[in-house]
């Protein structure tokens, strides 16, 4: 029980990964571009999100072509977007993020690239028939598997983001601090150097009149 169990859960998690097509992060240098290449049939769909997770304001710029090089999705200094396009011919696809805009910051970008449909957990599932209980019970898991694998993308991401704006704001801050303990520093010294001049002139003074 415990094994057939355990099978068919392993089975749902590679099925839900193949389905997911592509995830992955890569950095993404200031005046660069960076572009990824998919070959597709005909009338297949395709989907893709992106999201900067890190720096400058958080935005890039995104283009998508088909084998012709037509111009499918064009979007200008994004943090986050997602597109679908069915294909209208067999070729190769490329997707491409560009940072040529900026001059110093580098970016990190997340990208999750899916494309086909997605094929029955089994294949009984084609036929016209009612589905049994095991088989109701297969497609309730894996609907709640996708939902968590998306969940866990989405707060990964969530989780990366907030921490990279975390440790830029505490580098802010210990920059600001050691620039105002600075600057309290020569002020003191500046106030301390100017009391003191002022005692030296009233010496010099009283020494001249006697």
Same mark, same amino acid.
């Given at each position: 029980m415990?094994?057939?169990?355990y099978?068919?859960?392993?089975?749902?998690?590679?099925?839900?990964?193949?389905?997911?097509?592509?995830?992955?992060?890569?950095?993404l240098?200031d005046?660069?571009?960076?572009?990824?290449?998919?070959?597709?049939? %005909?009338? @297949?769909?395709?989907?893709?999100?992106?999201? @900067?997770?890190?720096?400058?304001n958080?935005d890039?710029?995104?283009?998508?072509?088909?084998?012709?090089?037509?111009?499918?999705?064009?979007?200008? %200094? %994004?943090?986050?977007?997602?597109?679908?396009?069915?294909?209208?011919? %067999?070729? @190769?696809?490329k997707?491409?993020?560009?940072?040529?805009?900026?001059?110093f910051?580098d970016?990190? @970008?997340?990208?999750?690239f899916?494309?086909?449909?997605e094929?029955?957990?089994?294949?009984?599932?084609?036929?016209?028939?009612?589905?049994?209980?095991?088989?109701?019970?297969c497609?309730?898991?894996?609907?709640?598997?996708?939902?968590? =694998?998306?969940?866990?993308?989405?707060?990964?991401?969530r989780?990366?983001?907030?921490?990279?704006?975390?440790?830029?704001l505490?580098?802010?801050?210990?920059?600001?601090?050691?620039?105002?303990?600075?600057?309290l520093?020569?002020?003191?010294?500046?106030?301390?150097?100017?009391l003191?001049?002022?005692?030296?002139?009233?010496?010099?003074?009283?020494a =001249? =009149?006697t």
């Amino acid at each position: 029980m415990f094994i057939m169990l355990y099978l068919g859960l392993s089975c749902l998690l590679l099925h839900v990964l193949v389905v997911f097509g592509t995830e992955l992060t890569f950095e993404l240098p200031d005046n660069d571009k960076e572009c990824f290449y998919e070959e597709l049939e %005909k009338d @297949v769909r395709f989907d893709f999100d992106f999201q @900067v997770i890190s720096g400058g304001n958080y935005d890039v710029d995104c283009f998508v072509t088909d084998p012709l090089d037509n111009v499918l999705y064009n979007e200008k %200094k %994004k943090q986050y977007d997602s597109f679908s396009h069915t294909t209208a011919m %067999k070729g @190769v696809y490329k997707v491409c993020f560009s940072n040529e805009f900026s001059t110093f910051t580098d970016k990190t @970008v997340y990208l999750d690239f899916r494309h086909g449909d997605e094929e029955p957990l089994l294949e009984s599932m084609t036929r016209s028939s009612a589905l049994t209980q095991m088989e109701s019970s297969c497609v309730s898991l894996h609907e709640i598997l996708k939902s968590v =694998a998306e969940s866990q993308t989405w707060y990964r991401l969530r989780e990366a983001h907030d921490r990279i704006k975390a440790e830029h704001l505490l580098e802010r801050v210990s920059y600001w601090s050691i620039g105002e303990t600075v600057l309290l520093f020569v002020i003191g010294i500046g106030q301390v150097i100017m009391l003191r001049s002022f005692f030296s002139d009233k010496k010099g003074s009283l020494a =001249a =009149a006697t």
